[in-house]
Structures are given as structure tokens and as C-alpha cells.
């Protein structure tokens, strides 16, 4: 990419000439001239400065937002280019929900080493909110997780690939445990741990209540960690909303997940990628194998997307 654009795009993101500077390896001056230099190419103040920084004028936004799918074609570009002359990328750098950490992940890595043995793999275990961000500035080649709309600037592919049927996490010794499933009076009755990724759960819930006549659930405490969540239901009385699939990961942390007759929505999830990151052969590889781990899941039908 020109130099002098990336100059603009780091000072864009860092509002901060001392900063973008480090950032980019060179110093203040010479980041000063390569911006002075884009301005005069263009024609136009690109940034207007201030006691606590530097703001965009509105020339300025306009060269951010097309800046931006630049380095989003440039970052694709070399990723296929990767994928042409090498037969895998060394590191697989992917993040990922509880649903996929916890029950998808680690066997679809274990298998696609199995093809690439010196592949390397770095996983953020985290939520789309903090994932997906790193995979527009490519520092992530793969999330999974809850599908949610996407910047069609950002050039991110959307692949669905399992339907989450939600069911109702509670301790071994509450009294409703041993249900095989669980009707809306009893439901209704519970206090409930919200978690917070993804975002429409509080919302997924509430509606379950309304469409059942039982009012509004009763949310005692809300946390943007999956595993907090547990801790709490297990310390406590209360219930959480949790994917079915992940009942044996539950089941270790002696709580019980049981379906909910009439069924909480189901929610879709799946895999985001660009569509260069797909030409490397071990991305592909390990998506193949998590789609085998969701096939293994009785009572799943997986994608075709792949085929």
C-alpha cells in the first residue's frame, strides 16, 4: 500500500503524530512530510489539529472510509498470494465463543495437525464484540461465534453453520434438575444470570416470557463472561440460558442444562472470514473438521457450504 496513504489511515486511527510515528517506524517529521505530501496530491486538508490531538475534516472521512477497504483488498490480496505459493500459514489465529471454544476448537485443531504438523495455533477466547475487530485489521484469520450483520465494507464472509438450541443451566440439587425438559410455568418461576454475548440474549429470554404470558424474567445479575456465568448459577439458585450442545462441558461443572418444551429461539452461529483467508488450505482444512464436530452432535444437521 502507499506510503503515504498508510501514514494517513495510522494518524486516522491514533489521532496522534508522536504515536503513529512509533507506530510506523519513522520519525514525526518524516510522518509530517508524507502527510503534507498526500494533502498536496489531493488537493485538500486531510486533518485539522488541536491542543489534544488531530480530528478528520470531512475530505478527511471520505479518505478514511475508502482507506479502508484499500488495506482490507491489500490485507486479501496477500493472504491469497500466501495461499497460492505456500501449502498452509504456520499460525491459526482464530477467536471464538463458548459454544466453539469449548466444544469445537480443540478436536478440529488436534485433526487439521494432524495434516499440518507444524502448524501453530492461537486462539482468543472471547466474544464477537472484541473478535471481530481483530479479524477487520487481520490480526485474526477465522471467528466463531453468534452471526450478527457485518460491515459489507469491512469484506467479511458470513458463513452460517449450526442452529443453538438454548437450554436452561441449573445446579444438581435444584428441584427442578431432574425434568427431561422444562415447561414456561417452570421457567418462569427461576432468577436468571444473563449473559451478555451474545447480545440479544437478555432479549431472547424476555421474549420467551412474552410470547408465554409469564411476565418479565427476573435478571439478578448479567455478565459478559460464559464461565462467570456458570460459577454463579453454581454458587447460587439461579438458572442461565446456555447452548444444549455444550451439556457434557456443563455437566463438569456439576450443573445440568435442560431443554426448554416449547423450545427459547434458536440462535444461529457459525464462522466470519475473509474470503482470501479462505484459499489457505489449513484455514479450510480446520473448518472441515469443526463442521464434522457439529455432525457428530446428535440431532444437528450441518452446512453444505463447504462441499
Not at 480443540?106 to 499440518?116: G, M
Amino acid at each position: 500500500m502507499d506510503k503515504n496513504l498508510r501514514a494517513f489511515m495510522t494518524i486516522a486511527k491514533d489521532r496522534n503524530l508522536t504515536s503513529a510515528a512509533k507506530m510506523l517506524g519513522i520519525t514525526q517529521p518524516s510522518l509530517t512530510k508524507r502527510l503534507i505530501n498526500l494533502e498536496e496530491t489531493l488537493g485538500c486538508r486531510l486533518f485539522v489539529r488541536h491542543r489534544r490531538g488531530m480530528s478528520l475534516t470531512a475530505e478527511g472521512r471520505v479518505l478514511m472510509r475508502h482507506g479502508t477497504r484499500i488495506e482490507q483488498e491489500y490485507l486479501q490480496a496477500q493472504e491469497e498470494l500466501q495461499g497460492l505459493m505456500h501449502a498452509g500459514t504456520e499460525v491459526l489465529r482464530i477467536g471464538a465463543g463458548p459454544l466453539f471454544h469449548l466444544r469445537y476448537v480443540a478436536p478440529a485443531y488436534a485433526r487439521t495437525r494432524q495434516i499440518y504438523p507444524q502448524l501453530r495455533l492461537d486462539l482468543v477466547a472471547d466474544n464477537n464484540s472484541r473478535t471481530l475487530p481483530l479479524l477487520v485489521d487481520g490480526r485474526l484469520d477465522l471467528v466463531l461465534g453468534a452471526l450478527e450483520p457485518v460491515d459489507p465494507d469491512h469484506l467479511i464472509s458470513v458463513l452460517p453453520m449450526v442452529q443453538v438450541e438454548q437450554s436452561v443451566v441449573l445446579r444438581q440439587d435444584d428441584p427442578l434438575v431432574d425434568n427431561e425438559v422444562l415447561l414456561p410455568p417452570q421457567i418462569k418461576q427461576l432468577t436468571w444470570v444473563a449473559y451478555s454475548e451474545p447480545r440479544d440474549n437478555r432479549r431472547m429470554l424476555s421474549d420467551y416470557f412474552a410470547a408465554h404470558n409469564l411476565g418479565v424474567p427476573d435478571f439478578a445479575a448479567t455478565t459478559s463472561s460464559f464461565s462467570t456465568g456458570l460459577d454463579i448459577v453454581r454458587c447460587t439458585s439461579f438458572a442461565m440460558m446456555a447452548p444444549l450442545q455444550l451439556a457434557s462441558a456443563i455437566a463438569e461443572r456439576g450443573l445440568r442444562a435442560i431443554p426448554a418444551s416449547p423450545s427459547i429461539s434458536p440462535l444461529a452461529a457459525g464462522a466470519y472470514l475473509r474470503e482470501s483467508t479462505r484459499t489457505i488450505p489449513a484455514v479450510r482444512t480446520f473448518l472441515d473438521e469443526v463442521e464434522r464436530e457439529i455432525l457428530s452432535t446428535p440431532g444437528q444437521n450441518g452446512p453444505t457450504w463447504l462441499k
